[in-house]
């Protein structure tokens, strides 16, 4: 009579088992964005029970700040924001490392590159911070980890990425190669070099894809645009 779902009840109780969870989650998915009649979200009572990673994960997969895995299409933005309850939050900053599998599962299984580099700026319970800044040293690692791309670049999190058109526009750092060139002498024209002829440097992609690189003037580590096209 209070309004608590079976989710809540279940969550509540005493030594419940997963798979009791479990069962409720995948009949009810819906419930895990839902919180209890005193306003605590399903995934705290959760990590409060210590369920297990494949529990939490399903329980937080209902609660996320975006939609996940959609494929960009003409015309649209690859990160479509979501109401919440702060799931993400909680699993990613407040139970430190503790779901570490869950938050490489979500990046790595789940999460475009757009979608992690959102991920990475959500905000946190009352606009205390992102999530990248407030999250422990393992979590950090794995964004880190997962924000590379093709082994050279670094995608940045200070800028979101654009998606227009069967193209994502990410600023990047580019950490080079073995034989990667020192930045240019102030009496060195840059056209000179062929890696940087009229700003544009070939990266080979996979077949369904080409990666454009622009060099942006040379600020703090090389920072570069990455155009890529689907």
């Given at each position: 009579g209070n309004g608590d779902l079976p989710l809540h009840?279940?969550?509540a109780t005493s030594g419940i088992s997963p798979i009791v969870i479990s069962t409720i989650v995948k009949a009810a998915e819906f419930a895990g964005?839902?919180?209890t009649s005193s306003g605590e979200m399903p995934i705290a009572l959760a990590s409060k029970q210590d369920m297990p990673n494949h529990t939490v994960?399903?329980?937080m997969l209902a609660d996320m700040p975006i939609d996940l895995g959609m494929r960009l299409q003409a015309g649209s933005d690859q990160v479509v924001r979501r109401q919440h309850g702060h799931s993400w939050w909680h699993v990613a900053v407040d139970c430190g490392r503790k779901y570490e599998?869950?938050?490489?599962e979500i990046l790595v299984k789940h999460a475009t590159k757009s979608q992690i580099i959102s991920l990475a700026r959500t905000l946190?319970?009352?606009d205390r911070g992102r999530v990248l800044d407030?999250?422990?040293v393992e979590i950090h690692s794995l964004f880190k980890k997962h924000l590379r791309f093709y082994l050279r670049y670094e995608l940045l999190t200070t800028v979101p990425p654009r998606c227009t058109n069967h193209m994502e526009v990410f600023h990047a750092i580019d950490h080079g190669t073995t034989e990667a060139p020192s930045p240019p002498k102030v009496d060195e024209n840059p056209i000179n070099r062929p890696w940087m002829d009229e700003g544009y440097t070939a990266v080979n992609g996979s077949d369904k894809s080409v990666v454009e690189v622009t060099f942006k003037e040379w600020v703090c580590a090389r920072q570069v645009v990455l155009r890529c096209f689907s």
């Open positions: 009840v279940a969550l964005g839902v919180p994960k399903s329980i599998k869950v938050v490489e946190g319970p009352n407030s999250v422990c």
